[in-house]
Protein backbone atom coordinates (compact mmCIF):
# COMPACT_ATOMS: atom_id res chain seq x y z
CA UNK A 1 0.00 0.00 0.00
CA UNK A 2 2.57 2.36 0.93
CA UNK A 3 4.95 1.63 -2.25
CA UNK A 4 1.19 2.36 -4.09
CA UNK A 5 0.31 5.75 -2.26
CA UNK A 6 4.30 7.08 -3.15
CA UNK A 7 4.39 6.00 -6.82
CA UNK A 8 0.54 7.77 -7.16
CA UNK A 9 1.88 11.35 -5.17
CA UNK A 10 5.60 11.36 -7.25
CA UNK A 11 6.73 10.90 -10.78
CA UNK A 12 6.24 14.34 -11.16
CA UNK A 13 7.72 17.04 -13.34
CA UNK A 14 10.25 18.88 -11.52
CA UNK A 15 9.43 22.14 -10.06
CA UNK A 16 10.96 25.18 -11.86
CA UNK A 17 10.57 27.45 -9.59
CA UNK A 18 9.64 27.33 -5.62
CA UNK A 19 8.34 30.92 -5.05
CA UNK A 20 5.95 31.03 -8.33
CA UNK A 21 4.72 27.61 -7.41
CA UNK A 22 3.99 28.36 -3.72
CA UNK A 23 2.58 31.49 -5.20
CA UNK A 24 -0.33 29.41 -7.47
CA UNK A 25 -1.14 27.13 -4.10
CA UNK A 26 -1.88 30.44 -1.86
CA UNK A 27 -3.32 32.28 -4.46
CA UNK A 28 -6.94 33.67 -3.34
CA UNK A 29 -6.75 31.68 0.06
CA UNK A 30 -6.41 32.07 3.78
CA UNK A 31 -2.37 31.47 4.77
CA UNK A 32 -0.26 30.71 7.94
CA UNK A 33 2.75 31.00 6.63
CA UNK A 34 5.39 29.43 9.29
CA UNK A 35 9.56 30.20 9.65
CA UNK A 36 9.26 33.63 7.66
CA UNK A 37 12.12 34.98 9.00
CA UNK A 38 14.53 32.33 6.61
CA UNK A 39 17.42 32.91 9.69
CA UNK A 40 18.22 36.56 9.80
CA UNK A 41 16.32 39.64 9.00
CA UNK A 42 18.44 40.72 5.93
CA UNK A 43 16.38 37.88 3.89
CA UNK A 44 13.16 40.28 3.84
CA UNK A 45 15.14 42.74 1.78
CA UNK A 46 15.83 39.69 -1.04
CA UNK A 47 13.49 39.77 -4.30
CA UNK A 48 13.12 35.94 -3.43
CA UNK A 49 12.04 36.25 0.42
CA UNK A 50 8.85 33.87 0.06
CA UNK A 51 6.93 35.87 2.48
CA UNK A 52 6.68 38.46 0.18
CA UNK A 53 5.45 36.91 -2.33
CA UNK A 54 3.08 34.67 -0.37
CA UNK A 55 1.41 37.90 1.00
CA UNK A 56 1.14 39.44 -1.92
CA UNK A 57 -1.02 36.21 -3.12
CA UNK A 58 -2.57 35.25 -0.54
CA UNK A 59 -6.47 36.69 0.25
CA UNK A 60 -5.03 36.88 3.67
CA UNK A 61 -1.80 35.62 5.08
CA UNK A 62 -0.32 35.55 9.00
CA UNK A 63 3.49 34.62 9.53
CA UNK A 64 4.84 33.32 12.09
CA UNK A 65 8.22 32.61 13.62
CA UNK A 66 10.45 32.81 16.77
CA UNK A 67 12.68 35.37 16.62
CA UNK A 68 11.13 38.22 18.45
CA UNK A 69 14.02 40.82 17.78
CA UNK A 70 13.18 40.15 14.18
CA UNK A 71 8.93 39.85 13.87
CA UNK A 72 9.44 43.26 15.89
CA UNK A 73 11.28 44.72 13.21
CA UNK A 74 8.87 43.24 10.54
CA UNK A 75 5.89 44.20 12.53
CA UNK A 76 7.14 47.57 12.26
CA UNK A 77 7.57 47.71 8.84
CA UNK A 78 4.12 47.02 8.29
CA UNK A 79 3.95 43.18 7.98
CA UNK A 80 0.70 41.13 9.55
CA UNK A 81 3.47 38.51 11.51
CA UNK A 82 3.66 37.01 15.21
CA UNK A 83 6.39 35.84 17.47
CA UNK A 84 4.61 32.08 17.94
CA UNK A 85 6.41 28.95 18.45
CA UNK A 86 4.45 26.12 17.15
CA UNK A 87 5.60 23.46 18.21
CA UNK A 88 4.27 24.48 21.83
CA UNK A 89 0.42 24.96 20.45
CA UNK A 90 -1.43 25.40 17.76
CA UNK A 91 -2.98 29.50 17.13
CA UNK A 92 -6.08 29.30 17.98
CA UNK A 93 -7.65 30.19 14.04
CA UNK A 94 -7.73 27.38 11.06
CA UNK A 95 -6.27 28.33 7.89
CA UNK A 96 -6.60 27.34 4.03
CA UNK A 97 -3.07 26.88 3.28
CA UNK A 98 -0.26 26.34 6.06
CA UNK A 99 3.03 26.40 4.50
CA UNK A 100 6.72 25.25 5.75
CA UNK A 101 9.63 26.36 4.08
CA UNK A 102 12.48 24.62 4.62
CA UNK A 103 11.33 24.19 8.54
CA UNK A 104 11.15 20.64 9.56
CA UNK A 105 14.68 19.82 9.13
CA UNK A 106 15.47 22.53 11.88
CA UNK A 107 13.09 21.48 14.55
CA UNK A 108 13.54 19.25 17.59
CA UNK A 109 10.05 17.63 17.35
CA UNK A 110 8.84 17.31 13.29
CA UNK A 111 5.78 15.46 14.97
CA UNK A 112 4.49 17.80 16.62
CA UNK A 113 5.31 20.47 14.35
CA UNK A 114 2.71 18.03 11.86
CA UNK A 115 0.24 17.53 14.61
CA UNK A 116 -0.11 21.29 15.53
CA UNK A 117 -0.26 22.17 11.55
CA UNK A 118 -2.66 19.69 11.18
CA UNK A 119 -5.23 21.01 13.78
CA UNK A 120 -4.99 24.62 12.10
CA UNK A 121 -6.05 22.89 8.81
CA UNK A 122 -9.50 23.79 7.65
CA UNK A 123 -11.74 21.01 5.80
CA UNK A 124 -10.17 20.29 2.37
CA UNK A 125 -7.24 22.45 3.38
CA UNK A 126 -3.99 22.14 2.39
CA UNK A 127 -0.07 21.78 4.05
CA UNK A 128 2.28 22.71 2.09
CA UNK A 129 6.00 21.62 3.03
CA UNK A 130 9.40 21.85 1.67
CA UNK A 131 12.85 20.27 3.14
CA UNK A 132 16.48 19.76 1.52
CA UNK A 133 16.22 15.95 -0.25
CA UNK A 134 18.96 13.55 0.99
CA UNK A 135 19.02 12.03 -2.80
CA UNK A 136 20.21 15.36 -4.53
CA UNK A 137 22.93 14.17 -6.82
CA UNK A 138 25.52 16.71 -4.90
CA UNK A 139 24.54 15.55 -1.73
CA UNK A 140 25.76 12.08 -2.16
CA UNK A 141 28.47 12.61 -4.00
CA UNK A 142 29.89 14.19 -1.18
CA UNK A 143 29.21 11.95 1.08
CA UNK A 144 31.13 9.24 -1.52
CA UNK A 145 34.01 11.53 -0.86
CA UNK A 146 36.67 10.34 2.40
CA UNK A 147 38.61 13.70 2.45
CA UNK A 148 35.67 15.46 4.69
CA UNK A 149 32.40 15.22 6.62
CA UNK A 150 29.96 16.50 4.15
CA UNK A 151 27.53 18.84 6.47
CA UNK A 152 24.45 20.45 5.11
CA UNK A 153 23.90 23.00 7.22
CA UNK A 154 24.95 23.70 11.14
CA UNK A 155 21.78 23.69 12.75
CA UNK A 156 19.68 20.27 10.38
CA UNK A 157 18.46 17.88 12.92
CA UNK A 158 16.98 15.70 10.37
CA UNK A 159 16.43 14.59 6.61
CA UNK A 160 13.58 13.50 5.27
CA UNK A 161 12.68 11.77 2.15
CA UNK A 162 9.50 10.72 0.75
CA UNK A 163 8.52 7.55 2.66
CA UNK A 164 9.50 9.19 5.68
CA UNK A 165 7.25 12.20 5.25
CA UNK A 166 4.32 9.64 4.44
CA UNK A 167 4.52 7.85 7.53
CA UNK A 168 5.11 11.17 9.27
CA UNK A 169 2.61 12.92 7.66
CA UNK A 170 -0.12 9.92 8.25
CA UNK A 171 0.96 9.57 12.38
CA UNK A 172 -0.99 13.13 12.70
CA UNK A 173 -3.96 12.71 10.29
CA UNK A 174 -2.51 13.93 7.04
CA UNK A 175 -2.59 12.40 3.50
CA UNK A 176 0.28 12.91 1.36
CA UNK A 177 -1.31 13.97 -1.91
CA UNK A 178 1.51 15.03 -4.41
CA UNK A 179 4.94 15.41 -4.03
CA UNK A 180 7.59 16.60 -6.54
CA UNK A 181 11.39 18.17 -6.76
CA UNK A 182 12.42 21.61 -6.74
CA UNK A 183 15.22 21.94 -9.63
CA UNK A 184 18.35 23.49 -8.90
CA UNK A 185 18.29 26.17 -11.84
CA UNK A 186 21.81 26.58 -11.83
CA UNK A 187 25.48 24.77 -11.24
CA UNK A 188 28.63 26.85 -9.64
CA UNK A 189 30.91 24.55 -11.13
CA UNK A 190 31.86 23.18 -14.68
CA UNK A 191 30.84 19.56 -13.58
CA UNK A 192 27.31 21.09 -11.66
CA UNK A 193 27.00 22.77 -14.88
CA UNK A 194 27.09 19.32 -17.03
CA UNK A 195 25.15 17.19 -15.17
CA UNK A 196 22.60 19.91 -14.86
CA UNK A 197 22.74 20.15 -19.03
CA UNK A 198 22.34 16.49 -19.26
CA UNK A 199 19.23 16.31 -16.76
CA UNK A 200 16.70 15.30 -19.83
CA UNK A 201 19.15 12.06 -21.48
CA UNK A 202 19.84 11.12 -17.58
CA UNK A 203 15.85 10.99 -17.40
CA UNK A 204 15.23 8.99 -20.26
CA UNK A 205 17.92 6.62 -19.18
CA UNK A 206 15.59 5.96 -15.80
CA UNK A 207 17.48 7.70 -13.77
CA UNK A 208 14.78 9.59 -10.73
CA UNK A 209 14.40 13.46 -11.47
CA UNK A 210 15.11 14.04 -7.83
CA UNK A 211 19.14 13.65 -8.06
CA UNK A 212 18.80 17.19 -10.02
CA UNK A 213 16.52 18.46 -6.85
CA UNK A 214 18.32 20.01 -3.41
CA UNK A 215 14.75 20.34 -1.87
CA UNK A 216 11.70 18.33 -2.12
CA UNK A 217 7.90 20.00 -1.75
CA UNK A 218 5.28 17.38 -0.26
CA UNK A 219 1.49 18.34 -0.40
CA UNK A 220 -1.09 17.04 2.76
CA UNK A 221 -4.32 16.77 3.39
CA UNK A 222 -6.35 16.12 6.17
CA UNK A 223 -6.93 12.18 5.70
CA UNK A 224 -10.57 11.48 5.46
Known amino acids: MRQEKLSEAGHQPLIEDRVSHLCALVKGRSVLDVGIVEHMLDASKSSRWLHRHIRAQARECLGIDILEKEICQLQSEGYNVRCWDVLKEPLPAKYETIVCGEVLEHVEAPGKLMENCARMLLPQGLLVI ?95
Do not use: C
Not at 204 to 212: I, N
Open 130 to 224: TVPNPWYANVLLKNLSGKTIFVDSADHVAWFDPATMFELGARYGLMLERYAGLKVERGTSWRSKLFITLYPVLVALGFKRELFAKSILYEFRLST
